[in-house]
């Protein structure tokens, strides 16, 4: 799972000598949202495509619009997760650690592979629970639902504080109201859910998961 595996190399990276028409029409034809650009043979940063639109001449006229973002390739993917979100991108320029760069990611590519993990491609039920920040413990968690027989795909820490954290999970179907009466017996409160107590209207969207997750 690491960047280095994931590279993709058709995208160039301008200078900023480069005219503003040709960058639009790369980002026009590879349906990106930023373009990268160089500076002295190391990388420099990126311009959203919204900006391309506001001038022409060369790139230099918008060096100002510069958002300075990009992924080490000995990265994992999941530390690019951040970056899609944070700069509302679907792509991120991969660069070495003396700043040169590589290629890109895709938000698609890194998309699909995760997707293949049980945890995003299980079909199953979500929950959000809260519990004390100074009880929180995910070996519980986990031990609640498979003492009820049903099967713990993973979870993440979607908010913390001093005094509370939720952790949202992905459990298999079985047994969920059973699951939510021993949560509550362990002082877990609920504080959301993707099913339905009678089991007739189950979450389906098997990339729900993922999308609370890159909302991080």
Known sequence: MFIKDYISKDFPCFNLTDSIEAA????????????????SNHFYGAIAIDFLYEEEGTLKNLEHQIERFAILDDNNIMDSIRLFHTFNTNVVPVINKNEKYLGYISCDDIFQDLSKYPLFSEMGAILTIETPAR????????????????????????????????V??????????????TFDRYDYRIVEKY???????????????????IEI
Do not use: C, P, W
Request: hydrophobic share 35%; proline share 0%; no cysteine.
């Open 168 to 181: 949202t999970i992905k459990i298999s179907n079985e047994n969920l109201a059973s699951i939510d009466a």
């Open 195 to 213: 099913y339905s107590d009678e089991k007739s209207d189950l979450y389906k969207d098997r990339f729900g998961f993922f999308q609370k997750f």
């Open 135 to 166: 009880k929180y413990s995910m070996t519980e968690i986990a031990n609640i639902i498979e003492s009820n027989n049903s099967k713990f795909y993973g979870g993440f820490i979607s908010f913390m504080s001093d005094e509370v954290i939720h």
């Open 24 to 39: 639009r029409e790369q980002l026009e034809d590879f349906g990106y949202t930023h373009v990268f650009i160089k500076k």
